[in-house]
Structures are given as C-alpha cells and as structure tokens.
C-alpha cells in the first residue's frame, strides 16, 4: 500500500469538485481526504494498492477534465491513518 498526495489547479474551486472526488473514490478502495487549499488548488491525500489509487486520479481528471489545468503528486508509505475517504474542510 501506498500514498499517493495529488494537487489539482485550474478551476477546481466552487465546481463541486470536492463531492465528486468523493463520489468517485466510493468506487475505488481508497482511504484518505479531498480538500480546498488556500492558494485555490485542491489537494487529494489517497492510501491503498497504486492501481486503486491511479483509477480514482483517472476517473476524476475525465469527469473534470474542463476544470483541471494541471496535477502534481508525491507518493509515500501509507500510514494507515485513514478509515475512510472523505471531505476536509
């Protein structure tokens, strides 16, 4: 398992981009959080098996492909620290 930190820009902001990244990731094995970012991007924290993770960024860059300009990730150890995936807010 693994965590993958994903940073979303463009006009991801007030589009309901939040609640359809969480849509999205009930379909997926995933645990972690989707949240605003003060400087406007929005940041997506996901644990769990690298191609879980790739299918949840994949179905959400296609669902919002008019509102992503572009995306940034990190990957790390997962830390078990989520139970679930949710809204931060």
Do not use: K
């Not at 006009?11 to 609640?19: L, N, S």
């Not at 995306?71 to 139970?83: D, Y």
């Amino acid at each position: 398992m693994i965590c993958r930190t994903i940073h979303f820009s463009g006009t991801v902001q007030g589009v309901g981009f939040r609640y359809t990244a969480h849509h999205l990731a009930q379909g997926f094995q995933v645990t972690g959080y989707v949240r605003n970012l003060p400087d406007g991007r929005v940041e997506l924290v996901a644990e769990g098996e690298p191609d879980q993770i790739d299918g949840l960024v994949h179905a959400i860059q296609q669902t919002m492909r008019s509102c992503v300009r572009d995306t940034t990730c990190s990957e790390s150890p997962a830390t078990g620290e989520h139970r679930a995936f949710n809204i931060a807010f």
